[in-house]
């Protein structure tokens, strides 16, 4: 019989080895940011633990490549990008630090979700630093086409598949279920903002281009001279003349970066300026993929409603 000093160790190595248990009947996911990983939950349910490394109100492009975070790559048994060079300040130090062999790119579990999507914006011709923060691929924010998220849900339970062919089932159920609640959404997101169909907006930055293309937006400029240039004086009244001139209804704006050119551009212009999520937890209310494009598009249509 134990010792009552012994029984609480036993009852600690008992709870220890369950809790090793439950996470070894789980693949581990990391995803570059909480778009990827709400999309592998989703697909993956009970099956996947996922973490996210950049959070919802980041800029994706910087991200402090933490030790914890290689401490996260080196257990995972999957990791998820963007790619087309948004995370390469920092997701190939990450990668390379973890010695996980399986996420490397040609590994089992590596997956680039640009692999499995129309790319926009591929450059062409020469291109030099004098142009800013280029996308040498093209641009990355495909994420924020809902189609595109059927696509990626599609490539994710692929994968899974492969490290677990026993669960396959329930990867491709959580699939299934995933791209028909995308087409139920979609229905509703398209037909309330028909009515704007064509609706010219300026931006702050060119984040958009996949989210205007699906739902029949216009962008007509930006803010920014350049991408990841700040505005001048100078840029600030080309941007009030072209909102006045150019029948723009609202401005767009992108929460991780400075309010304060969107907001003096709209006060000047009496245009109503709105700050759309780039990514799950972009906002309050923002804690899924489908919340994502539900708060952009009440937002949007909100904002357009208004200048009819």
Same mark, same amino acid.
């Given at each position: ?57 980041? $800029? ?69 630093? !004098? ?143 709105? &700050?759309?999520? &780039? ?11 489908? $919340? ?10 909100? !904002? ?5």
């Amino acid at each position: 019989m134990l010792s009552r000093a012994a029984r609480p160790l036993l009852f600690l190595t008992a709870a220890l080895l369950t809790a090793e248990a439950e996470s070894q009947d789980r693949l581990r996911v990391v995803a570059t940011i909480p778009d990827l990983a709400d999309i592998a939950r989703q697909v993956g349910g009970d099956r996947v633990e996922v973490e996210s490394i950049a959070v919802g109100v980041q $800029d994706p492009h910087y991200v402090d490549p933490k030790p914890s975070f290689v401490v996260k790559l080196n257990r995972a048994d999957a990791f998820i990008q963007v790619g087309l060079d948004l995370e390469i300040g920092w997701a190939p130090t990450l990668l390379n630090q973890s010695r996980n062999s399986r996420i490397q790119r040609g590994g089992e579990g590596h997956i680039d979700a640009s692999e499995v999507v129309e790319i926009l914006e591929r450059p062409t011709g020469p291109i030099s630093r !004098a142009e800013g923060d280029i996308h040498i691929l093209g641009n990355p924010h495909y994420w924020l086409d809902p189609v595109n998220g059927k696509r990626i849900a599609a490539h994710v339970a692929g994968v899974l598949s492969k490290l677990r062919p026993e669960w396959a089932a329930e990867f491709e159920a959580g699939r299934a279920r995933f791209a028909e609640r995308i087409d139920a959404a979609l229905s509703s997101w398209l037909s309330r903002l028909k009515p704007y169909e064509g609706r010219a907006v300026l931006a702050y930055h060119n984040s958009w281009p996949y989210f205007t293309r699906r739902f029949g937006i216009r962008v007509a400029g930006f803010i920014e001279p350049k991408p990841g240039i700040p505005p001048s004086p100078r840029d600030l009244v080309r941007a009030i003349e072209l909102v006045r001139t150019g029948r723009i209804h609202a401005i767009v704006h992108t929460v991780y970066y400075d309010a304060k050119p969107s907001r003096f551009v709209a006060e000047k212009t009496g245009a109503r300026m709105i &700050t759309l999520a &780039t990514s799950v937890g972009g906002a309050p209310d923002v804690e899924d993929y489908f $919340d994502l494009f539900e708060h952009n598009v009440g937002l949007l249509v909100a !904002a357009l409603s208004e200048t009819e």
